[in-house]
């Protein structure tokens, strides 16, 4: 099992800059690659940013706003240049595969840009 916990959402106004953290623990040997979703009223969950140790993803909405990495059993997310359409919740996620494949989700922070 693994267990992530999120913060550093809030309010900004567009321009601005928050990061976001997100924490690991439990059996955090098992986590293969780590990301950051968000999810806006009325809209489905949607990928931000991916990182593994082969590669990183990020959606076209957000290249060159938002830089995401990590550290030990840590993942961050750093967005600059916030729009509106920014805003969400934004949850933390983990791909882990120890004999099965499993996904963990954080319990999301809100982020909400205001123009």
């Known amino acids: 099992q693994v267990q992530l916990v999120e913060s550093g959402g809030g309010l900004v106004q567009a321009g601005g800059s928050l990061s976001l953290t997100c924490a690991a623990s439990?059996?955090?040997?098992?986590?293969?690659?780590m990301g950051w979703y968000r999810q806006a009223p009325g809209k489905e969950r949607e990928l931000v940013a991916r990182?593994?140790?082969?590669s990183t993803y990020y959606a076209d909405s957000v290249k060159g706003r938002f830089t995401i990495s990590n550290s030990k059993n840590t993942v961050y997310l750093q967005m600059n240049s916030l729009k509106p359409e920014d805003t969400g919740l934004y949850y933390c996620?983990?791909?882990?595969?120890?004999?099965?494949?499993?996904?963990?989700w954080g319990q999301g922070t809100q982020v909400t840009v205001s123009s």
């Open positions: 439990g059996s955090v040997f098992d986590i293969n690659a």
């Open positions: 996620n983990a791909e882990a595969r120890n004999g099965v494949s499993a996904i963990y």
């Open positions: 990182i593994s140790s082969y």
